[in-house]
């Protein structure tokens, strides 16, 4: 006797489970531009690495005499994959069920999910599609009561930004719950056009008045209006803005390739073969003389970092500051980088803020950094004060000074004021090169010598010759040969030494690292 009756009855099910929605839902999710949740799952990860987990779970009717009549399948799917060769706990929402919502769904299916991801040391991709919340308002009618809002699972959800690399991806509106899951990972991605996160979506905002409408004529304007990928990826809540589904999940395996696979597992080195003593004579005309000509602070990591290595994350937001991922000598390592293009490197408040995330994503899991510095200071005036900049500041200062994985800086040009202080910890050890273009200090000396010098100015008969001869006078004294006497700076360097000098601080770094484990 065999169970021939039942696997044939697992079939069905499993059969039932791959339409999902139905076809006619499975085309319009298709008519929107957006893939369906299974062809999403197909693509992100290795090619036939997805192993399904609860895939006949969902809401089934029976007929008369107790026979499986119909299931409509759990929105949320999940299993374990292989990214790059490494396993990984693949999601992604069913938006042609109920559009995703989790009154459809099996809630202990998502809170397993992530439970998986932390017990079993997993990092997990979230592909987020919908609502993934408590329902809608007939949901309550059906009960036949309200409850104060509880998200079952979401302790798990903390665990994990604790202990694995968390991946999301919004691929549609996604609201309430399913911006919440978007938020809380360490790596974001929106696809533009397609994905918009709410807190609440425009019906809901509509319901509010008048006011708190913006003139959109259409409800995808309105969406795009309301919660866009140009809003979201500038004010720092989603971290990238993609042109495709595709674009999105190479980001996201990309992203995971400089990762450990969870909390204390030493991220991998990669094969490197770009020369470690490359040196590169771009770099001698790269800061140029004059202090108000600005410079390309990207072309300077593509020359420094592994060939075709770094990887930028949050282009959009904190523009002041550039944050990637990149290599060196095939290790992996944190970058934090000026943008004199912007704002002259003046971190603002949003700056700070990405500056401390990002410190701190690199002290979770072990990654040494490299921050290469031309920075004036803190961003002034009174809309930075009323930003609360010296506030977010600090925070980025104390995140630097918490930090216990090795730091090398490069100074360029610039480091003055609290904000200049922040390149490194100054309490510990500080492996540090300076460019000959290195400029320094408190404050910039430039714009106080009227008020230093304001009375010798006053009384000379020619003021305009007497500032010229004061800052001829200064700059001697400002030059970096200066501070190197006093060792005040360790070393200064010829700016084509940057690469292999940081390639050395690599190896060290790693060998650091690795002796932790």
């Known amino acids: 006797m065999t169970w021939a009756k039942e696997l044939e009855e697992l079939?069905?099910?499993?059969a039932l489970a791959e339409q999902?929605?139905?076809?006619?839902?499975?085309?319009?999710?298709?008519?929107?531009?957006?893939?369906?949740?299974?062809a999403r799952l197909a693509a992100l990860v290795d090619e036939g690495s997805f192993r399904e987990?609860?895939?006949?779970?969902?809401?089934?009717k029976y007929d008369a005499n107790g026979d499986l009549a119909s299931v409509t399948p759990a929105p949320f799917l999940f299993g374990k994959a292989l990214i790059n060769g490494r396993p990984v706990v693949a999601t992604a929402d069913d938006f042609t069920i109920r559009g995703g919502a989790a009154d459809a769904g099996i809630a202990r299916k998502m809170v397993q999910a992530e439970r998986m991801a932390h017990e079993l040391k997993l990092p997990i991709i979230?592909?987020?599609?919908?609502?993934?919340g408590g329902g809608s308002v007939k949901t309550l009618e059906q009960i036949g009561a309200t409850y104060i809002p509880a998200v079952p699972g979401w302790g798990d959800v903390v665990t994990n930004l604790d202990t694995v690399p968390v991946v999301a991806l919004a691929l549609g509106p996604t609201a309430g719950l399913g911006a919440a899951r978007t938020v809380a990972s360490h790596y974001s991605i929106m696809v533009k056009g397609l994905s918009q996160i709410f807190a609440a979506g425009p019906a809901v905002v509509d319901g509010l008045g008048e006011a708190y409408k913006d003139g959109s004529t259409s409800h995808e304007e309105a969406k795009e209006r309301l919660g866009g990928s140009e809003i979201h990826t500038r004010n720092g809540v989603v971290d990238d803005e993609v042109a495709s589904e595709a674009e999105a999940f190479a980001r996201a395996r990309h992203f995971l390739s400089f990762m450990p696979e969870y909390v204390g597992q030493p991220a991998r080195r990669s094969l490197c073969t770009d020369p470690v003593h490359r040196r590169e004579d771009a770099l001698l005309s790269l800061v140029p003389r004059d202090p108000k000509q600005v410079y390309s602070m990207r072309r300077c990591m593509e020359m420094v970092f592994d060939s075709d290595t770094v990887f930028e994350i949050g282009k959009h937001w904190g523009r002041?500051?550039?944050?990637?991922?990149?290599?060196?000598?095939?290790?992996?390592?944190?970058?934090?980088?000026?943008?004199?293009?912007?704002?002259?490197?003046?971190?603002?408040?949003?700056?700070?803020?990405?500056?401390?995330?990002?410190?701190?994503?690199?002290?979770?899991?072990?990654?040494?950094?490299?921050?290469?510095?031309d920075n004036p200071g803190f961003m002034i005036g009174r809309e930075a004060e009323m930003a609360g900049t010296i506030r977010y500041g600090v925070n980025a200062m104390n995140a630097i000074y918490r930090a216990t994985v090795p730091l090398a800086s490069i100074v360029m040009r610039r480091a003055y004021g609290i904000a200049g202080s922040a390149m490194s910890n100054a309490d510990r050890y500080q492996y540090r090169y300076c460019w000959p273009s290195g400029d320094w200090g408190s404050l910039p000396i430039a714009g106080g010598l009227e008020v230093a010098y304001k009375a010798e100015l006053e009384a000379a008969d020619d003021p305009a010759a007497l500032l010229e001869e004061i800052r001829e006078r200064l700059a001697k004294v400002t030059s970096p040969f200066r501070s190197a006497e006093r060792f005040n700076v360790e070393d200064i360097i010829d700016p084509r030494d940057t690469r292999p000098l940081l390639c050395e601080f690599a190896v060290l770094a790693w060998r650091k690292l690795e002796s932790e484990r």
Do not use: N
């Open 20 to 38: 999902m929605g139905g076809p006619d839902k499975v085309a319009r999710q298709h008519s929107r531009g957006k893939m369906d949740a299974r």
């Open 53 to 60: 987990i609860g895939k006949i779970a969902g809401s089934a």
């Open 320 to 373: 002041a500051a550039i944050t990637a991922l990149a290599r060196l000598d095939g290790w992996p390592v944190c970058v934090v980088a000026s943008d004199p293009s912007y704002l002259g490197g003046s971190w603002e408040a949003k700056t700070s803020e990405k500056v401390e995330r990002f410190v701190k994503l690199a002290e979770q899991f072990r990654l040494p950094i490299v921050h290469l510095v």
């Open 11 to 14: 079939r069905r099910r499993e």
């Open 126 to 132: 979230r592909m987020i599609d919908g609502t993934g």
